[in-house]
């Protein structure tokens, strides 16, 4: 399968054209969105929620995954092979956590295309190379092996929100295997504590948990954390 991880939106025309090309190009192929919301421009976020959602998917699962302030700049354009996955998108730091948590990692240069536009290589681009991947189960040609960027100045966990859900919920940078249970976070002066689920804490409480894909998330029972004073993205996280 194809999976989109990109902060182009459902509204207007971005998402439907990348969609567009990889049903041209790979036709008996599904497209799973997974991410269409992304924070815009928001890199780093995006790059840790990307391993804790892409280990949902079977190995050989292609994910185009563009979340791209400098398109046309200097960053190239790479696929990383990362425990059997594949990722093609933007070398700006997207892929960071990924390469830095897999077992086994590859990653190769892409090559330029002729007549792409320099301002949508998601669809110029990186739809038409995961479109070859999916199809073939190998890289296109010209591809050549290269050194991705690692940024080795982002720490293993990032303690601040990198995603608002559409019930309101705020996902952390944070895996709950290094939180303890009895820890209490503290957002912009909420002091907020751990329950199991939802229904554990009454009508209208906040509260942290440990999310279905591994990432410590603030939520409010029946209501939105995102309501309330200082929790958005970009929000730090104490311990």
């Given at each position: 399968?194809?999976?989109?991880?990109?902060?182009?939106?459902?509204?207007?025309?971005?998402?439907?054209?990348?969609?567009?090309?990889?049903?041209?190009?790979?036709?008996?192929?599904?497209?799973?969105?997974?991410?269409?919301?992304?924070?815009?421009?928001?890199?780093?976020?995006?790059?840790?929620?990307?391993?804790?959602?892409?280990?949902?998917?079977?190995?050989?699962?292609?994910?185009?995954?563009?979340?791209?302030?400098?398109?046309?700049?200097?960053?190239?354009?790479?696929?990383?092979?990362?425990?059997?996955?594949?990722?093609?998108?933007?070398d700006a730091g997207l892929f960071a956590l990924v390469?830095?948590?897999?077992?086994?990692?590859?990653?190769?240069?892409?090559?330029?295309?002729?007549?792409?536009?320099?301002?949508?290589?998601?669809?110029?681009?990186?739809?038409?190379?995961?479109?070859?991947?999916?199809?073939?189960?190998?890289?296109?040609?010209?591809?050549?092996?290269?050194?991705?960027?690692?940024?080795?100045?982002?720490?293993?966990?990032?303690?601040?929100?990198?995603?608002?859900?559409?019930?309101?919920?705020?996902?952390?940078?944070?895996?709950?295997?290094?939180?303890?249970?009895?820890?209490?976070?503290?957002?912009?002066?909420?002091?907020?504590?751990?329950?199991?689920?939802?229904?554990?804490?009454?009508?209208?409480?906040?509260?942290?948990?440990?999310?279905?894909?591994?990432?410590?998330?603030?939520?409010?029972?029946?209501?939105?954390?995102?309501?309330?004073?200082?929790?958005?993205?970009?929000?730090?996280?104490?311990?």
């Amino acid at each position: 399968m194809i999976v989109l991880f990109t902060d182009f939106g459902l509204e207007g025309p971005y998402t439907g054209q990348v969609q567009a090309v990889l049903q041209q190009q790979a036709p008996a192929i599904p497209v799973i969105n997974l991410f269409s919301d992304l924070t815009p421009f928001d890199i780093q976020s995006a790059a840790y929620l990307l391993p804790a959602y892409a280990a949902g998917f079977p190995p050989g699962a292609v994910f185009v995954c563009v979340v791209d302030p400098d398109v046309g700049g200097d960053r190239q354009g790479v696929v990383v092979q990362a425990d059997g996955r594949w990722y093609v998108g933007p070398d700006a730091g997207l892929f960071a956590l990924v390469t830095r948590r897999a077992q086994s990692v590859q990653t190769f240069r892409l090559p330029d295309v002729a007549g792409a536009s320099p301002s949508f290589h998601g669809r110029d681009v990186f739809a038409p190379a995961a479109a070859f991947i999916a199809r073939n189960g190998r890289l296109p040609g010209g591809c050549e092996p290269c050194a991705a960027g690692t940024r080795a100045d982002w720490q293993d966990d990032l303690s601040r929100v990198v995603y608002i859900d559409h019930y309101g919920n705020a996902i952390t940078g944070l895996r709950t295997t290094g939180i303890p249970e009895t820890a209490t976070l503290i957002v912009n002066d909420h002091a907020i504590k751990r329950a199991q689920t939802f229904s554990d804490v009454p009508e209208g409480e906040v509260f942290w948990y440990g999310n279905a894909n591994g990432l410590v998330e603030i939520a409010v029972n029946r209501g939105r954390a995102d309501a309330l004073p200082g929790i958005r993205v970009g929000a730090a996280v104490d311990i």
